[in-house]
Protein backbone atom coordinates (compact mmCIF):
# COMPACT_ATOMS: atom_id res chain seq x y z
CA UNK A 1 0.00 0.00 0.00
CA UNK A 2 1.55 3.80 -0.89
CA UNK A 3 0.62 6.50 -2.52
CA UNK A 4 -1.66 6.52 -5.29
CA UNK A 5 -2.41 9.20 -8.06
CA UNK A 6 -4.48 9.28 -11.33
CA UNK A 7 -4.13 11.27 -13.67
CA UNK A 8 -7.12 13.47 -15.59
CA UNK A 9 -6.66 15.42 -18.23
CA UNK A 10 -9.22 17.79 -18.21
CA UNK A 11 -10.81 21.46 -20.47
CA UNK A 12 -9.89 21.86 -24.23
CA UNK A 13 -6.23 22.42 -23.12
CA UNK A 14 -5.99 19.19 -21.61
CA UNK A 15 -4.20 19.94 -18.69
CA UNK A 16 -3.53 17.23 -16.23
CA UNK A 17 -5.43 17.11 -13.12
CA UNK A 18 -3.85 14.79 -10.76
CA UNK A 19 -5.83 12.44 -7.95
CA UNK A 20 -3.60 12.20 -5.27
CA UNK A 21 -4.35 9.42 -1.99
CA UNK A 22 -2.97 7.63 0.53
CA UNK A 23 -4.48 3.78 0.07
CA UNK A 24 -4.20 3.54 3.76
CA UNK A 25 -6.15 6.22 5.02
CA UNK A 26 -8.56 7.29 2.44
CA UNK A 27 -7.55 10.84 2.53
CA UNK A 28 -7.03 12.14 -0.85
CA UNK A 29 -6.35 15.52 -2.28
CA UNK A 30 -6.87 17.11 -6.29
CA UNK A 31 -4.07 18.96 -7.89
CA UNK A 32 -5.20 21.91 -10.42
CA UNK A 33 -8.85 21.81 -10.93
CA UNK A 34 -9.04 23.46 -14.24
CA UNK A 35 -12.38 22.33 -15.46
CA UNK A 36 -14.92 19.27 -15.38
CA UNK A 37 -15.49 19.00 -11.79
CA UNK A 38 -18.37 16.90 -12.10
CA UNK A 39 -16.26 14.08 -14.20
CA UNK A 40 -13.21 14.71 -11.76
CA UNK A 41 -15.61 14.35 -8.93
CA UNK A 42 -16.82 11.20 -10.48
CA UNK A 43 -13.95 9.84 -11.10
CA UNK A 44 -12.73 9.95 -7.17
CA UNK A 45 -16.03 8.56 -6.07
CA UNK A 46 -15.65 5.60 -8.04
CA UNK A 47 -12.57 4.87 -6.51
CA UNK A 48 -13.72 5.13 -3.13
CA UNK A 49 -12.72 8.61 -2.34
CA UNK A 50 -13.80 12.09 -0.92
CA UNK A 51 -11.20 14.42 -1.86
CA UNK A 52 -10.70 17.10 1.01
CA UNK A 53 -8.65 19.51 -0.74
CA UNK A 54 -7.69 21.37 -3.55
CA UNK A 55 -4.03 22.24 -4.29
CA UNK A 56 -3.21 24.61 -6.89
CA UNK A 57 0.37 24.96 -8.94
CA UNK A 58 -0.59 28.24 -10.37
CA UNK A 59 -3.35 30.37 -10.94
CA UNK A 60 -3.91 29.82 -15.33
CA UNK A 61 -7.36 29.69 -16.45
CA UNK A 62 -6.63 25.78 -17.33
CA UNK A 63 -5.44 24.35 -13.84
CA UNK A 64 -7.89 26.53 -11.99
CA UNK A 65 -10.89 27.44 -13.79
CA UNK A 66 -12.90 24.86 -12.27
CA UNK A 67 -12.18 24.85 -8.57
CA UNK A 68 -15.07 27.47 -7.64
CA UNK A 69 -17.14 25.11 -9.63
CA UNK A 70 -16.07 22.14 -7.55
CA UNK A 71 -15.58 24.07 -4.19
CA UNK A 72 -19.18 25.21 -4.39
CA UNK A 73 -20.59 21.29 -4.69
CA UNK A 74 -17.87 20.00 -2.30
CA UNK A 75 -16.76 22.42 -0.45
CA UNK A 76 -13.13 22.12 0.61
CA UNK A 77 -10.14 24.19 0.87
CA UNK A 78 -8.08 25.33 -1.71
CA UNK A 79 -4.21 25.26 -0.87
CA UNK A 80 -1.63 27.66 -3.06
CA UNK A 81 -0.31 28.73 -5.19
CA UNK A 82 2.46 31.53 -3.84
CA UNK A 83 0.32 35.12 -3.55
CA UNK A 84 2.30 36.16 -6.51
CA UNK A 85 -0.31 34.38 -8.84
CA UNK A 86 -3.08 36.35 -7.12
CA UNK A 87 -3.50 38.65 -10.51
CA UNK A 88 -4.71 35.24 -12.67
CA UNK A 89 -6.53 34.20 -9.84
CA UNK A 90 -8.90 38.06 -9.91
CA UNK A 91 -8.39 37.70 -13.82
CA UNK A 92 -10.56 34.28 -14.06
CA UNK A 93 -13.49 36.04 -15.46
CA UNK A 94 -11.90 37.37 -17.90
CA UNK A 95 -9.62 34.81 -19.05
CA UNK A 96 -12.23 31.93 -18.57
CA UNK A 97 -14.75 33.88 -20.77
CA UNK A 98 -12.09 35.29 -23.49
CA UNK A 99 -11.29 31.43 -24.10
CA UNK A 100 -14.64 29.99 -23.97
CA UNK A 101 -14.48 28.45 -20.67
CA UNK A 102 -17.33 28.23 -18.23
CA UNK A 103 -16.73 31.62 -16.97
CA UNK A 104 -15.13 31.22 -13.54
CA UNK A 105 -15.77 33.77 -10.46
CA UNK A 106 -12.46 35.01 -9.07
CA UNK A 107 -11.44 33.37 -5.63
CA UNK A 108 -8.59 33.98 -2.82
CA UNK A 109 -7.54 30.67 -1.41
CA UNK A 110 -7.96 29.06 2.05
CA UNK A 111 -4.14 29.14 2.30
CA UNK A 112 -1.37 31.13 -0.12
CA UNK A 113 1.92 28.75 0.04
CA UNK A 114 5.93 29.63 0.24
CA UNK A 115 9.11 27.74 -0.30
CA UNK A 116 9.59 25.37 2.41
CA UNK A 117 6.12 24.86 3.84
CA UNK A 118 4.80 21.12 3.44
CA UNK A 119 0.87 19.90 2.81
CA UNK A 120 0.33 16.50 3.49
CA UNK A 121 -1.82 13.19 1.85
CA UNK A 122 -2.47 11.02 4.77
CA UNK A 123 0.98 9.75 5.65
CA UNK A 124 2.73 11.33 2.63
CA UNK A 125 4.60 14.64 2.72
CA UNK A 126 5.36 16.77 0.17
CA UNK A 127 7.48 20.08 -0.35
CA UNK A 128 6.28 22.96 -1.76
CA UNK A 129 9.29 24.72 -3.93
CA UNK A 130 8.05 28.23 -5.54
CA UNK A 131 9.07 27.72 -9.01
CA UNK A 132 8.68 31.26 -10.68
CA UNK A 133 8.99 32.11 -14.71
CA UNK A 134 6.12 30.46 -16.15
CA UNK A 135 3.97 32.57 -13.74
CA UNK A 136 5.54 34.38 -10.99
CA UNK A 137 3.73 32.60 -8.26
CA UNK A 138 3.94 28.66 -9.60
CA UNK A 139 4.39 26.53 -7.07
CA UNK A 140 5.25 22.88 -7.16
CA UNK A 141 5.12 19.73 -5.23
CA UNK A 142 7.89 17.25 -4.38
CA UNK A 143 7.04 14.17 -2.08
CA UNK A 144 10.96 13.00 -1.23
CA UNK A 145 9.37 9.57 -0.16
CA UNK A 146 7.95 8.10 -3.32
CA UNK A 147 10.12 10.12 -5.53
CA UNK A 148 6.99 12.09 -7.11
CA UNK A 149 6.91 16.01 -8.38
CA UNK A 150 3.83 17.27 -9.70
CA UNK A 151 5.57 19.93 -11.62
CA UNK A 152 2.39 22.13 -13.27
CA UNK A 153 3.32 24.27 -16.38
CA UNK A 154 7.71 24.16 -15.07
CA UNK A 155 9.19 20.97 -16.62
CA UNK A 156 7.28 18.90 -19.46
CA UNK A 157 8.75 15.73 -21.26
CA UNK A 158 11.60 17.57 -23.09
CA UNK A 159 10.53 20.98 -22.96
CA UNK A 160 10.08 23.44 -19.98
CA UNK A 161 7.00 25.74 -19.77
CA UNK A 162 6.05 29.15 -22.00
CA UNK A 163 7.54 32.55 -20.45
CA UNK A 164 6.18 34.75 -22.95
CA UNK A 165 2.74 35.06 -20.44
CA UNK A 166 2.29 38.33 -18.43
CA UNK A 167 5.21 38.35 -15.97
CA UNK A 168 6.93 35.73 -17.18
CA UNK A 169 10.54 35.10 -17.05
CA UNK A 170 12.44 32.41 -19.08
CA UNK A 171 16.02 33.17 -17.63
CA UNK A 172 13.74 32.69 -13.69
CA UNK A 173 12.42 29.34 -15.05
CA UNK A 174 15.67 28.09 -16.51
CA UNK A 175 17.58 29.00 -12.75
CA UNK A 176 14.57 27.37 -10.70
CA UNK A 177 14.31 24.06 -12.54
CA UNK A 178 18.26 24.01 -12.70
CA UNK A 179 19.08 25.04 -8.90
CA UNK A 180 15.44 23.22 -7.44
CA UNK A 181 14.34 20.76 -9.51
CA UNK A 182 17.58 18.92 -11.37
CA UNK A 183 19.23 18.41 -8.12
CA UNK A 184 16.11 15.75 -7.11
CA UNK A 185 17.60 12.42 -7.74
CA UNK A 186 16.84 11.05 -11.22
CA UNK A 187 14.21 8.46 -10.61
CA UNK A 188 12.19 11.43 -9.81
CA UNK A 189 8.88 10.53 -11.57
CA UNK A 190 7.79 13.98 -12.96
CA UNK A 191 4.06 14.45 -13.44
CA UNK A 192 3.38 17.88 -15.68
CA UNK A 193 0.70 19.92 -16.50
CA UNK A 194 -0.03 18.64 -20.25
CA UNK A 195 1.40 15.79 -21.67
CA UNK A 196 3.04 12.56 -20.86
CA UNK A 197 5.36 12.02 -17.58
CA UNK A 198 8.81 11.94 -17.46
CA UNK A 199 12.06 11.33 -14.92
CA UNK A 200 14.02 14.34 -13.68
CA UNK A 201 16.78 11.62 -14.98
CA UNK A 202 15.62 12.26 -18.62
CA UNK A 203 15.16 15.87 -18.77
CA UNK A 204 18.60 16.40 -17.31
CA UNK A 205 20.13 14.36 -20.33
CA UNK A 206 17.64 14.88 -23.08
CA UNK A 207 16.17 18.14 -22.52
CA UNK A 208 17.36 20.81 -24.67
CA UNK A 209 16.54 23.85 -22.68
CA UNK A 210 18.23 22.51 -19.33
CA UNK A 211 21.91 21.75 -21.77
CA UNK A 212 24.98 23.54 -21.61
Not at 51 to 71: E, K, R
Request: hydrophobic residues 40%.
Amino acid sequence: MALQFQIMPVTPFRQNCTLLWDDNSGEAIFTDVGGDSGFLWQEAQALGLSPQAVWLTHGHLDHAGGVVALTQEHPMPVLGPHPDDEFLLQALPQTTAEFGFPVSPAFTPERWLAEGEQLRVGAYVFDVLHIPGHTPGHVVFHCAAEKLLIAGDVLFYETIGRTDFPRGNHQDLIDNIRNKLLVLPDDTRVIPGHGRMTTIGHERVYNPFLQG
